[in-house]
């Protein structure tokens, strides 16, 4: 019997970890296992999911302190949760990447402030820097404004045309770009792992 049945992200994955748990219906499981049929992308992440789930299951389970109930729940009570108990260690490797950077960074920011100073002390260095960036912005101006004749002459009349596509190619990459940082979250799966209470 086929059931079509159509799964969203969040209803998949919810449906693969209740089949992990060995916690869904007969018909449930027979529509996840037609859907894994037609679906490469969920069957690959659902054997992943077994995979770490028989991980899971063939490692020993960890016997928690015989207190371990008592204090959460005196936390639970208390309002606050347990903080974990934080090791302070130097590593090596970022002491010698922090004096690594520092030997190659101080003469650049040396060179940067002898120059600075020879700009603000120097009348004579600063008019030449000032007269540098007015002709090199000047240059910019009139090469864009080349750039602009050209494409109003190529364009033969049709300037609204071609401003129409511009529009729509910048609304697409807007939305292209929006959609991929604000809507395309990921799920995360959480796996279950065993603790056994003494």
Not at 48 to 74: C, H, I, K, W, Y
Not at 149 to 159: D, F, H, K
Not at 166 to 181: D, P, Y
Request: no cysteine; hydrophobic share 55%; net charge positive.
């Amino acid at each position: 019997m086929t059931t079509g049945k159509r799964y969203n992200r969040q209803e998949i994955r919810h449906t693969m970890n209740l089949a992990l748990d060995n916690m869904l219906p007969a018909s449930a499981e027979d529509a996840l296992e037609e859907h894994l049929a037609t679906s490469h992308k969920d069957a690959s992440l659902f054997e992943g999911m077994q995979t770490v789930d028989r991980l899971f299951a063939s490692e020993p389970q960890l016997r928690a302190p015989s207190n371990f109930a008592v204090n959460v729940m005196a936390a639970i009570a208390a309002g606050k949760a347990p903080q974990p108990v934080v090791a302070h260690r130097t590593d090596l490797r970022a002491v010698l990447g922090l004096i690594l950077a520092t030997i190659i960074l101080l003469p650049v920011f040396l060179l940067t402030m002898s120059y600075v100073h020879l700009l603000l002390t120097d009348q004579t260095a600063f008019n030449l820097l000032t007269q540098r960036v007015i002709w090199l912005f000047n240059i910019g101006m009139r090469s864009l404004g080349s750039l602009v004749e050209a494409i109003v002459a190529s364009a033969n009349g049709n300037l609204l045309a071609l401003g129409a596509l511009l529009m729509a190619l910048f609304t697409a990459v807007f939305w292209t770009g929006f959609n991929r940082v604000f809507l395309s979250r990921r799920q995360l799966v959480v796996y279950r792992i065993p603790v056994q209470f003494a």
